[in-house]
């Protein structure tokens, strides 16, 4: 099926009129809006057994447990709804209605405060079966809303909510449409930074694929990985932690990517500022980098992925080429010091990508934007192509009239190199391996750490034969 485009009252009421479609709304905060839109549409009794909000959190505490962390707008909130709900609908219904597919949607949301300094955000969540007395499936996402007025936020949830449920019932087969339809009459309005699809018909489906989807199709910019290969949301890993980001195409990983991990991780943890029993390492691959051959290839990002999670690390996928965005979406989870790990050809491409397009007046506010007050660049050297020297922070061909800038970043430490990196690696380059591989060339086991080579040959990675 094809994604068609239809208004929310629409695909509300085309749910209210399938007789097969029946089940119970749970909603905290922003009022009972995805509710609202079944009643108003009419024939609400074909699909709504039961509403209910539990805004005071003595009685919400009471009905699913207490939240350990004292948040109500989380994660394990969501579940909590979705397994008290589903299991009371089961236990009343599932006799009554053996022909019916019973399903619990739940979200607990904020919206923006009054002073406009709390930005709204929210989790949906659906259980639901899409065959009668079958093992119900959930579909979880995590939503940050745009709009700068609650009552536009309400809104946005109401339809995001609608689109929810349709999706699942009529693109359930489709998941990048899915996905797409998630948007409908939302564009510039939300961003879809989770989106989780787990049960007994989405067994086939890779989850890290809807991340990169997510990314892709515009939903948000950024999407993370946890080493199980599920996908995890910034607010349950990163709150108030000191972040390390290590961007790299790891295609595939190298010695080099794994000494840059290493040796950079260590001097993060050693930075006075640092609580090293408080330290999150992310690995990044942009979208840029996943297109530069010509197209985004779905199984080159699950096997760049499935290295990088074998090994334990939690990935970011994402569409910050430019470092700001990347650090303006780690803000608002208060981490503490932000460390970001690049190659410096990757500083030099910085320096003067900011350089150029900011020329004409705002090069210090250019700068300022990535250079802030808890983020530290740390560089990693190079071996000249041109005359085989090693190359430093220092060596970097700085322009004239911005010298000063790129001193004073320097001398505060701002731009750091990597110490104690090993200077023998440095001549291998990731293009090199991967072309060995491809064309069964040997040697390029030498250039790898010892568990990548056993992973890429066990699951015949990147074309391995």
Same mark, same amino acid.
């Given at each position: 099926?094809?994604?068609?485009?239809?208004?929310?009252?629409?695909?509300?009421?085309?749910?209210?009129? %399938?007789?097969?479609?029946?089940?119970?709304?749970?909603?905290?905060?922003?009022?009972?809006?995805?509710?609202?839109?079944?009643?108003?549409?009419?024939?609400?009794?074909?699909?709504?057994?039961?509403?209910?909000?539990?805004?005071?959190?003595?009685?919400?505490?009471?009905?699913?447990?207490?939240?350990?962390?004292?948040?109500?707008?989380?994660?394990?909130?969501?579940?909590?709804?979705?397994?008290?709900?589903?299991?009371?609908?089961?236990?009343?219904?599932?006799?009554?209605?053996?022909?019916?597919?019973?399903?619990?949607?739940?979200?607990?949301?904020?919206?923006?405060?009054?002073?406009?300094?709390?930005?709204?955000?929210?989790?949906?969540?659906?259980?639901?079966?899409?065959?009668?007395?079958?093992?119900? %499936?959930?579909?979880?996402?995590?939503?940050?809303?745009?709009?700068?007025?609650?009552?536009?936020?309400?809104?946005?949830?109401?339809?995001?909510?609608?689109?929810?449920?349709?999706?699942?019932?009529?693109?359930?087969?489709?998941?990048?449409?899915?996905?797409?339809?998630?948007?409908?009459?939302?564009?510039?309005?939300?961003?879809?930074?989770?989106?989780?699809?787990?049960?007994?018909?989405?067994?086939?489906?890779?989850?890290?694929?809807?991340?990169?989807?997510?990314?892709?199709?515009?939903?948000?910019?950024?999407?993370?990985?946890?080493?199980?290969?599920?996908?995890?949301?910034?607010?349950?890993?990163?709150?108030?932690?000191?972040?390390?980001?290590?961007?790299?195409?790891?295609?595939?990983?190298?010695?080099?990517?794994?000494?840059?991990?290493?040796?950079?991780?260590?001097?993060?943890?050693?930075?006075?500022?640092?609580?090293?029993?408080?330290?999150?390492?992310?690995?990044?691959?942009?979208?840029?980098?996943?297109?530069?051959?010509?197209?985004?290839?779905?199984?080159?990002?699950?096997?760049?992925?499935?290295?990088?999670?074998?090994?334990?690390?939690?990935?970011?996928?994402?569409?910050?080429?430019?470092?700001?965005?990347?650090?303006?979406?780690?803000?608002?989870?208060?981490?503490? %010091?932000?460390?970001?790990?690049?190659?410096?050809?990757?500083?030099?491409?910085?320096?003067?990508?900011?350089?150029?397009?900011?020329?004409?007046?705002?090069?210090?506010?250019?700068?300022?934007?990535?250079?802030? %007050?808890?983020?530290?660049?740390?560089?990693?050297?190079?071996?000249?192509?041109?005359?085989?020297?090693?190359?430093?922070?220092?060596?970097?061909?700085?322009?004239?009239?911005?010298?000063?800038?790129?001193?004073?970043?320097?001398?505060?430490?701002?731009?750091?190199?990597?110490?104690?990196?090993?200077?023998?690696?440095?001549?291998?380059?990731?293009?090199?391996?991967?072309?060995?591989?491809?064309?069964?060339?040997?040697?390029?086991?030498?250039?790898?750490?010892?568990?990548?080579?056993?992973?890429?040959?066990?699951?015949?990675?990147?074309?391995?034969?």
């Amino acid at each position: 099926m094809m994604h068609q485009k239809l208004d929310t009252d629409q695909k509300a009421l085309d749910i209210n009129l %399938n007789e097969k479609i029946y089940g119970t709304f749970a909603e905290i905060g922003a009022g009972q809006e995805v509710a609202r839109y079944f009643f108003k549409v009419g024939a609400a009794a074909g699909t709504i057994a039961k509403t209910m909000s539990a805004y005071d959190k003595t009685v919400s505490d009471d009905i699913y447990g207490p939240e350990i962390k004292g948040r109500y707008v989380c994660e394990s909130r969501l579940y909590k709804m979705l397994d008290h709900e589903y299991e009371l609908i089961e236990q009343r219904l599932s006799k009554e209605r053996p022909n019916t597919n019973l399903f619990v949607f739940a979200d607990t949301v904020s919206t923006i405060d009054y002073h406009k300094t709390i930005k709204g955000h929210g989790w949906l969540g659906i259980r639901f079966q899409l065959t009668p007395s079958s093992k119900p %499936n959930d579909i979880v996402l995590h939503v940050k809303m745009l709009d700068n007025d609650y009552q536009l936020q309400q809104s946005a949830v109401g339809i995001l909510g609608v689109n929810l449920i349709y999706g699942c019932y009529f693109y359930n087969d489709q998941p990048e449409v899915f996905l797409e339809s998630l948007m409908d009459s939302l564009q510039d309005r939300v961003q879809i930074d989770l989106i989780r699809m787990t049960g007994p018909d989405f067994d086939h489906l890779d989850n890290r694929l809807l991340s990169l989807w997510a990314v892709k199709k515009g939903l948000t910019e950024v999407a993370i990985i946890a080493p199980n290969r599920q996908n995890i949301h910034a607010s349950e890993l990163l709150y108030k932690k000191h972040v390390l980001v290590v961007r790299g195409s790891y295609r595939p990983m190298t010695l080099v990517n794994q000494d840059m991990i290493e040796k950079s991780f260590i001097q993060f943890n050693n930075e006075p500022e640092i609580d090293e029993n408080r330290t999150f390492l992310l690995t990044e691959i942009t979208l840029d980098n996943l297109q530069e051959n010509g197209g985004l290839n779905d199984q080159d990002f699950l096997d760049r992925t499935e290295i990088l999670c074998s090994l334990g690390h939690t990935v970011i996928v994402s569409n910050c080429e430019e470092y700001n965005k990347l650090i303006e979406y780690l803000e608002e989870y208060k981490v503490k %010091n932000l460390g970001l790990v690049i190659g410096l050809n990757q500083l030099n491409n910085l320096i003067q990508n900011l350089y150029d397009k900011n020329y004409s007046g705002r090069l210090l506010a250019a700068f300022g934007d990535i250079f802030l %007050n808890n983020v530290r660049l740390y560089v990693y050297p190079v071996i000249s192509v041109k005359d085989r020297k090693l190359k430093h922070s220092s060596d970097l061909p700085i322009p004239k009239k911005i010298q000063f800038l790129y001193r004073h970043l320097v001398d505060n430490q701002e731009i750091t190199d990597v110490q104690n990196y090993t200077e023998e690696n440095l001549i291998i380059y990731s293009k090199t391996v991967l072309k060995m591989i491809h064309q069964s060339l040997p040697g390029w086991e030498k250039m790898v750490p010892k568990e990548v080579e056993d992973i890429i040959k066990e699951k015949k990675l990147f074309g391995f034969e």
